[in-house]
């Protein structure tokens, strides 16, 4: 998986206001999640932007960072189909991550918040891979047309071990046959879609089957 770098800086000033004056000067809000999981109350410092978010009742928290990045650095990080590690530089420290969530305006949509997971190469973590067929389909080759119902696969795995794409073999796909998530297999990667989604068929055209029922005819 390509290593995306971005700057960040932490955010203290939150709030309706604040946030909408940092929109205004072309920044965006990030909540950078995945922190330790802490004992309540916390007796260690927190580091500028970090907040403790209770996730058991008076006995433990999440610690997750409040962070703040421009707009135009993100761009090429937002609009593409690619997926990446996200190497965040936030004031000197470096930290990895992934894209978690977007948050766009349902108007202008431009970009509002962004959720961020940091990753450690020892902790798996799920995201969405995109899909790549490859090869010439039997069924294709009979007529049929290759079709693509998911062009991404939710994967399991450190995310170092995750790949840019994920490269499906399709030459030996029959004429109205299916493969499913439970028929594709990658060594390190656990698919967590459910195993009976379609991800690619051929489908019968009227030509395949004129061709089929002609051919039956001939019998």
């Known amino acids: 998986m390509k290593v995306f770098k971005l700057s960040a800086e932490p955010r203290t000033a939150l709030g309706k206001k604040a946030t909408k004056a940092l929109r205004s000067e072309g920044k965006i809000p990030v909540v950078l999640n995945g922190g330790a999981i802490v ?13 403790i978010v209770e996730i058991e009742v008076g006995k433990k928290g999440l610690i997750t960072t409040d962070l703040v990045v421009n707009n135009d650095a993100v761009r090429k990080l937002i609009y593409t189909p690619e997926i990446f590690a996200i190497e965040l530089d936030l004031n000197g420290e470096t930290r990895m991550a992934v894209l978690k969530d977007i948050q766009f305006h349902p108007v202008k949509d431009n970009i509002l918040h962004i959720d961020l997971l940091e990753v450690k190469e020892d902790k798996p973590v799920v995201m969405e891979v995109p899909v790549k067929l490859e090869g010439h389909a039997e069924g294709v080759k009979a007529g049929g047309k290759l079709t693509l119902s998911m062009k991404k696969l939710k994967v399991r795995a450190p995310y170092t071990a995750i790949p840019e794409r994920l490269v499906i073999n399709v ?13 594709i297999h990658f060594e390190g990667l656990e698919l967590v879609n459910a195993k009976n989604a379609v991800v690619c068929a051929v489908q019968l055209t009227r030509a395949a089957r004129g061709a089929a029922a002609a051919a039956a005819a001939n019998k």
């Open 39 to 51: 004992e309540l109350p916390y007796a260690g410092t927190l580091k500028e932007g970090e907040k």
């Open 171 to 183: 030459d030996n796909l029959g004429l109205g046959k299916t493969m499913q998530v439970g028929d």
